[in-house]
């Protein structure tokens, strides 16, 4: 087990030891280096989060030769973006300080789970911005298909 820092630098040694290049990995998963590159790092600001995020360290683990689903499960433990055990973590802490839980994953009707987008000037885009636009063109090509 590893920890939130140690995870993406893990990864990496584990790919460089099976000589698989962070080259491969994007021509095999259509998705720029640079997102593989912010994996390794542990830098995940611009990254999707849920399922997408989930599919993402899926491919990568397949790809070096480890089981997805071990690394997605750490990849889950360690970083709010895989975010499937929420409410199932949740009720196990509650239950174990024998307290009800109240919170809850659903939406209350008529709100929205997003947060409204603040009104900013326009600046010129960071390489977070840069990454965040190219994971979501690769996720808006990958649903045409």
């Keep these: 087990m590893v920890s939130r820092e140690a995870f993406g630098p893990h990864l990496r040694r ?3 030891r099976r000589e698989v290049s962070l080259e491969s990995i994007a021509v095999a998963t259509n998705v720029p280096v640079a ?17 997408f995020a989930r599919a993402l360290v899926a491919n990568y683990a397949r790809l070096i030769g ?9 990849f889950c433990r ?37 947060a409204a987008l603040p009104s900013q000037p326009r600046r010129t885009r960071s390489r977070r911005e840069r990454l965040a636009g190219a994971l979501v063109e690769y996720i808006a090509r990958s649903d045409t298909r």
């Design 14 to 16: 584990l790919r460089r």
């Design 35 to 51: 997102v593989w590159q912010a994996l390794e790092d542990g830098d995940l600001y611009g990254w999707p989060s849920g399922v």
């Design 66 to 74: 480890m089981d997805p689903e071990d690394v997605v499960d750490d």
């Design 78 to 114: 360690l970083f709010p973006k895989g975010d499937r055990r929420r409410s199932r973590a949740l009720a196990d802490y509650a239950a174990l300080i024998g307290q009800s839980q109240v919170s809850t994953d659903d939406v209350p009707p008529g709100h929205e789970r997003r």
